[in-house]
């Protein structure tokens, strides 16, 4: 079964825009990751937020993290058409798995 | 370069006949971890291992099998390959951080298997 589910499946945008995915998963966590995609390649770690953040920053990037509704979102500031991309959430469990969602597909127009 | 390789890339074959997918990273990870991802699925953790001679089950571990002998290598083995078994598979490792703040994954560019 799959830990996290990410919001909305598919998402596009307008370059300059921003873009706001979120991510719900079910069982306790060390931390929770993003990574970015690009069609079919391996995938780009972005971001990690431990259990105990709530909050962190990586130049464009902004996570949030509430375990009280075991969720996480991600924000994409100022969008570009190179972030075109697909973007998945993976928790650390605390059973030391790993567990990726489904993914968000991003199209950011030029 | 730190990498992780995966081999073959491409792999077409037919129900039954045995494979294996090599994996191997040159950052001295302790963490190496085997997924397939399929359409609509994400991905999905088959098996992991947390060091070497330590392996455990993910979420599908179904029809596959791993070794860890060395560090650095994971391979992952279809002992009789089925046609559910077509995935794109994806290969990666993490160091293993006791406050597991900083274990952020590192993929292989993936093996795309075909089972006929």
């Known amino acids: 079964s799959q830990q996290g589910e990410e919001d909305p499946q598919a998402l596009s945008i307008q370059e300059g825009e921003n873009a706001t995915m979120n991510c719900s998963y079910k069982?306790?966590?060390?931390?929770l990751q993003w990574y970015r995609q690009n069609s079919g390649r391996g995938l780009v770690h972005l971001i990690l937020?431990?259990?105990?953040?709530r909050e962190k920053h990586s130049g464009r990037l902004r996570v949030t993290l509430d375990t009280s509704k075991k969720s996480s979102s991600l924000l994409i500031t100022a969008s570009r058409a190179a972030d075109t991309a697909s973007y998945f959430c993976?928790?650390?469990?605390?059973?030391?798995?790993?567990?990726f969602g489904a993914g968000t597909r991003l199209t950011v127009k030029p | 370069e730190a990498q992780v390789t995966q081999n073959p890339r491409y792999l077409i074959t037919v129900t039954g006949k045995k494979l294996t997918v090599t994996c191997s990273q040159n950052?001295?990870?302790?963490?190496m971890s085997w997924y397939r991802q399929d359409p609509g699925l994400g991905l999905r953790q088959i098996y992991y291992?947390?060091?070497?001679?330590?392996?455990d089950k993910g979420d599908v571990p179904e029809g596959y099998k791993v070794s860890r002998k060395e560090k650095r290598n994971f391979p992952l083995i279809l002992e009789s390959p089925s046609p559910n078994q077509t995935s794109l598979y994806f290969c990666?490792?993490?160091?293993?951080?006791?406050?597991?703040?900083?274990?952020?994954?590192?993929f292989g560019p993936g093996t795309r298997l075909t089972v006929l």
């Open positions: 069982t306790s966590i060390n931390n």
């Open positions: 950052m001295n990870h302790e963490y």
């Open positions: 990666a490792s993490s160091p293993q951080y006791y406050d597991r703040a900083y274990n952020e994954q590192f």
């Open positions: 937020i431990r259990s105990n953040e």
């Open positions: 993976a928790t650390d469990t605390t059973r030391d798995d790993m567990r």
């Open positions: 291992s947390m060091n070497v001679e330590v392996t």
